[in-house]
Protein backbone atom coordinates (compact mmCIF):
# COMPACT_ATOMS: atom_id res chain seq x y z
CA UNK A 1 0.00 0.00 0.00
CA UNK A 2 1.22 3.60 -0.35
CA UNK A 3 1.83 5.73 2.49
CA UNK A 4 0.09 8.56 1.34
CA UNK A 5 -3.47 9.63 0.28
CA UNK A 6 -2.59 10.96 -3.09
CA UNK A 7 -1.46 6.90 -4.63
CA UNK A 8 -5.28 5.95 -3.65
CA UNK A 9 -5.94 5.72 -7.58
CA UNK A 10 -3.19 2.88 -8.38
CA UNK A 11 -4.60 0.88 -5.91
CA UNK A 12 -8.73 1.05 -6.73
CA UNK A 13 -8.13 -2.22 -9.48
CA UNK A 14 -6.70 -3.94 -6.82
CA UNK A 15 -9.55 -3.20 -4.11
CA UNK A 16 -12.68 -3.67 -6.88
CA UNK A 17 -10.99 -6.90 -7.68
CA UNK A 18 -10.73 -8.05 -4.38
CA UNK A 19 -14.38 -6.83 -3.81
CA UNK A 20 -15.84 -8.67 -6.80
CA UNK A 21 -14.48 -11.55 -6.17
CA UNK A 22 -15.24 -12.29 -2.42
CA UNK A 23 -18.26 -14.21 -1.87
CA UNK A 24 -21.18 -12.42 -0.33
CA UNK A 25 -22.93 -13.69 3.73
CA UNK A 26 -26.53 -12.77 1.60
CA UNK A 27 -25.97 -14.31 -2.08
CA UNK A 28 -23.32 -17.13 -1.21
CA UNK A 29 -21.60 -15.95 -4.60
CA UNK A 30 -19.33 -13.64 -5.95
CA UNK A 31 -20.35 -10.85 -7.96
CA UNK A 32 -18.28 -11.80 -10.74
CA UNK A 33 -19.62 -15.54 -10.43
CA UNK A 34 -22.84 -13.50 -11.21
CA UNK A 35 -22.81 -11.70 -13.81
CA UNK A 36 -19.90 -13.69 -15.87
CA UNK A 37 -21.08 -16.94 -14.91
CA UNK A 38 -17.58 -18.02 -13.82
CA UNK A 39 -14.87 -17.58 -11.03
CA UNK A 40 -12.13 -15.34 -11.91
CA UNK A 41 -8.84 -16.27 -12.82
CA UNK A 42 -6.60 -14.16 -10.75
CA UNK A 43 -2.55 -13.35 -11.73
CA UNK A 44 -1.68 -16.28 -9.42
CA UNK A 45 -3.90 -18.84 -11.22
CA UNK A 46 -2.24 -18.24 -14.81
CA UNK A 47 1.53 -17.37 -13.25
CA UNK A 48 1.55 -21.15 -11.34
CA UNK A 49 -0.66 -22.95 -13.48
CA UNK A 50 -3.85 -24.61 -11.94
CA UNK A 51 -6.32 -27.31 -12.77
CA UNK A 52 -8.59 -24.89 -14.49
CA UNK A 53 -6.41 -22.98 -16.87
CA UNK A 54 -4.11 -26.14 -17.96
CA UNK A 55 -7.33 -27.62 -18.70
CA UNK A 56 -8.29 -24.34 -20.37
CA UNK A 57 -5.69 -24.39 -22.12
CA UNK A 58 -5.10 -27.44 -23.54
CA UNK A 59 -8.46 -27.40 -25.39
CA UNK A 60 -8.66 -26.54 -29.11
CA UNK A 61 -11.24 -23.81 -30.21
CA UNK A 62 -14.26 -25.77 -30.69
CA UNK A 63 -14.26 -27.43 -27.56
CA UNK A 64 -13.43 -24.23 -25.99
CA UNK A 65 -16.51 -22.79 -27.03
CA UNK A 66 -18.49 -25.87 -26.25
CA UNK A 67 -16.77 -25.51 -22.86
CA UNK A 68 -18.44 -21.73 -22.75
CA UNK A 69 -21.56 -22.94 -23.81
CA UNK A 70 -21.92 -25.21 -21.07
CA UNK A 71 -20.98 -22.76 -18.54
CA UNK A 72 -23.80 -20.14 -20.50
CA UNK A 73 -26.40 -23.49 -19.63
CA UNK A 74 -25.16 -23.39 -16.04
CA UNK A 75 -25.64 -19.56 -15.30
CA UNK A 76 -29.77 -20.03 -14.65
CA UNK A 77 -28.56 -22.91 -12.60
CA UNK A 78 -26.19 -20.77 -10.67
CA UNK A 79 -28.80 -18.04 -10.56
CA UNK A 80 -31.29 -20.12 -9.33
CA UNK A 81 -29.13 -21.21 -6.72
CA UNK A 82 -27.97 -18.16 -5.61
CA UNK A 83 -31.90 -16.82 -5.47
CA UNK A 84 -32.62 -20.03 -3.35
CA UNK A 85 -29.55 -18.87 -0.87
CA UNK A 86 -31.34 -15.42 -0.78
CA UNK A 87 -34.42 -16.17 0.27
CA UNK A 88 -32.78 -18.34 3.31
CA UNK A 89 -30.73 -15.61 3.74
CA UNK A 90 -34.04 -12.78 4.71
CA UNK A 91 -35.66 -15.38 6.22
CA UNK A 92 -32.66 -15.78 8.66
CA UNK A 93 -32.25 -12.28 9.12
CA UNK A 94 -36.22 -11.47 9.54
CA UNK A 95 -36.22 -14.51 12.33
CA UNK A 96 -33.46 -12.48 14.25
CA UNK A 97 -35.10 -9.41 13.76
CA UNK A 98 -38.58 -10.94 14.77
CA UNK A 99 -36.78 -12.36 17.70
CA UNK A 100 -36.96 -8.81 19.18
CA UNK A 101 -40.74 -7.69 18.65
CA UNK A 102 -42.42 -7.49 21.36
CA UNK A 103 -46.00 -8.07 19.83
CA UNK A 104 -48.90 -5.64 21.42
CA UNK A 105 -52.87 -6.31 21.03
CA UNK A 106 -54.76 -3.16 21.07
CA UNK A 107 -58.60 -3.73 21.74
CA UNK A 108 -61.59 -1.75 20.26
CA UNK A 109 -62.25 1.14 22.66
CA UNK A 110 -58.62 1.95 23.96
CA UNK A 111 -56.51 5.36 23.83
CA UNK A 112 -53.55 4.73 22.18
CA UNK A 113 -51.02 7.66 21.25
CA UNK A 114 -50.15 8.18 17.24
CA UNK A 115 -46.36 8.39 16.29
CA UNK A 116 -45.29 11.55 14.24
CA UNK A 117 -43.00 10.96 11.73
CA UNK A 118 -40.77 13.61 10.06
CA UNK A 119 -42.18 13.80 6.74
CA UNK A 120 -45.78 14.71 7.88
CA UNK A 121 -47.40 17.80 7.78
CA UNK A 122 -48.33 17.65 12.07
CA UNK A 123 -44.23 17.67 12.67
CA UNK A 124 -43.40 20.70 13.85
CA UNK A 125 -39.32 20.46 14.28
CA UNK A 126 -36.89 18.32 16.06
CA UNK A 127 -38.07 19.76 19.48
CA UNK A 128 -41.29 19.04 18.88
CA UNK A 129 -43.35 16.25 20.35
CA UNK A 130 -43.08 12.49 19.04
CA UNK A 131 -46.29 11.15 19.64
CA UNK A 132 -49.61 12.93 19.16
CA UNK A 133 -53.29 12.58 20.67
CA UNK A 134 -55.14 10.44 22.43
CA UNK A 135 -57.14 8.47 19.94
CA UNK A 136 -59.50 5.71 19.99
CA UNK A 137 -58.66 2.30 18.54
CA UNK A 138 -61.79 2.17 16.39
CA UNK A 139 -61.22 -1.19 14.43
CA UNK A 140 -58.20 -3.59 14.90
CA UNK A 141 -56.46 -5.51 11.79
CA UNK A 142 -53.93 -7.97 10.69
CA UNK A 143 -50.47 -7.41 11.85
CA UNK A 144 -50.76 -4.84 14.19
CA UNK A 145 -52.12 -2.25 12.37
CA UNK A 146 -55.56 -0.70 13.64
CA UNK A 147 -57.72 2.12 12.26
CA UNK A 148 -58.12 5.06 14.96
CA UNK A 149 -60.74 7.53 15.78
CA UNK A 150 -60.73 10.87 17.03
CA UNK A 151 -62.43 11.76 20.46
CA UNK A 152 -65.20 12.97 18.93
CA UNK A 153 -65.06 10.05 16.60
CA UNK A 154 -64.09 11.27 12.96
CA UNK A 155 -62.57 7.81 12.06
CA UNK A 156 -59.62 8.27 10.19
CA UNK A 157 -59.58 7.10 6.36
CA UNK A 158 -55.81 4.94 6.98
CA UNK A 159 -54.59 1.82 8.87
CA UNK A 160 -51.36 2.69 11.11
CA UNK A 161 -49.28 0.67 13.08
CA UNK A 162 -47.10 3.31 14.87
CA UNK A 163 -48.68 3.74 18.23
CA UNK A 164 -48.29 3.30 21.68
CA UNK A 165 -50.82 3.17 24.68
CA UNK A 166 -52.24 6.23 26.30
CA UNK A 167 -52.07 6.08 29.73
CA UNK A 168 -54.30 8.97 31.22
Known amino acids: MTDNYKGWHEQFPYALLGYRTMARTSTGATPYLLVYGTEAAILAEVE ?23 QLALIDEKMMVVACHGQLYQQ ?28 QDE ?10 GPYVV ?7 AVVLAEMNGQEW ?3 INSIKRYYA
Open 48 to 70: IPFLRIIQEAELDNIEWVQARYE
Open 123 to 132: YKGKFSPNWQ
Open 157 to 159: PKP
Open 138 to 144: HKVLSEG
Open 92 to 119: RMARAFNKRIRTRLFQIGKMVLKRIFPH
